[in-house]
């Protein structure tokens, strides 16, 4: 009797201690979200000219576009996809407030995405929504003034994810009845997933919650949601891969770029300083801040890819 009250007693104290961890997990992750936002380029200028569209039936299939300011003809298009874990997060409170007065100064049009969300959307269906919303931009281009034949799409987190599965995995602008010949290069920004299995091994035990959420537990499915093994020929042409000090981001965008160049595709990556959920914050919202580290070094990089 003592020895299986003891025992009830250790297995209630284990029991609570899952609980415990599973509940300090969902704190981490909304702190994590709220790092994100907190801040969200508040103290940048406004960009002028904002038109709102959808691409899509669902209210989620929703983009911000702001024109490039003193453009003498039509004018390449950065298109953004926030982060949030496949989950959370909107072109409202995720863009970082940098990008859009910064690059519609230098003479891009820039478009910043909202997508259908997990779980009520599945992964793949986000990479469709970023295809979908890049159509409905090209098929308005002379509206909008934006040049076909310049684009880049960048993301943030989750949005690195999916831009460079977009940029390494044709069959979703195929869907849309597009190809890599639409895309003039990505740009992900602090991701840590590109190699799925890789991430749900290795990566921080407080995203393990998210990871199964978003890729399941499907061996298959969660390498053809990763952007480092579909990165054999072809990609996009050009990858500037950018991350902050976080050692799961830095070998996951280590191994993007090494498969990248593997597969024949021209790939940079440059890191700055910043750590933990601070500098992955930090590197979303002041991307566009001239005093920010990485913002000359994308600035050079769009104007290489950008020039005719």
Do not use: C
């Amino acid at each position: 009797m003592k020895k299986a009250a003891i025992l009830s007693a250790a297995a209630l104290a284990l029991l609570a201690g899952t609980v415990a961890e599973a509940q300090q997990g969902r704190l981490r992750e909304r702190l994590k979200e709220r790092m994100a936002q907190r801040h969200n380029g508040s103290d940048a200028p406004k960009a002028e000219g904002k038109q709102t569209l959808a691409y899509g039936r669902d209210p989620l299939q929703r983009l911000d576009v702001y024109p490039a300011q003193n453009a003498k003809g039509p004018a390449p298009l950065v298109l953004f996809v926030h982060g949030g874990g496949w989950k959370r997060g909107s072109k409202d409170n995720a863009d970082g407030g940098w990008k859009a007065p910064h690059y519609t100064q230098a003479g891009y049009v820039y478009a910043s995405i909202n997508y259908r969300l997990v779980p009520e959307a599945t992964v793949e269906q986000q990479g469709a929504d970023i295809a979908a919303a890049l159509k409905m931009l090209l098929a308005r281009a002379d509206a909008l003034g934006i040049d076909r034949n310049r684009v880049v799409l960048m993301g943030h987190s989750a949005g690195a994810h999916l831009v460079s599965l977009v940029g390494t995995d044709e069959r979703y602008l195929k869907d849309a009845g597009l190809s890599f010949r639409a895309v003039s290069g990505v740009l992900p920004i602090d991701g840590a997933a590109y190699d799925v299995p890789r991430q749900m091994t290795e990566g921080p035990k407080m995203m393990q919650d998210t990871y199964a959420q978003a890729f399941g537990s499907d061996p298959a499915r969660q390498r053809a949601l990763s952007p480092t093994l579909q990165a054999a020929a072809p990609n996009a042409p050009r990858f500037l891969i950018i991350h902050v000090q976080r050692p799961d981001g830095i070998t996951q965008s280590q191994a993007l770029e090494s498969a990248l160049r593997q597969g024949g595709t021209q790939a940079e990556r440059r890191d700055f300083p910043g750590e933990s959920l601070q500098g992955h914050a930090e590197i979303n919202r002041r991307l566009g801040d001239p005093s920010y580290a990485a913002t000359p070094v994308v600035d050079a990089w769009l104007k290489r890819v950008f020039a005719r």
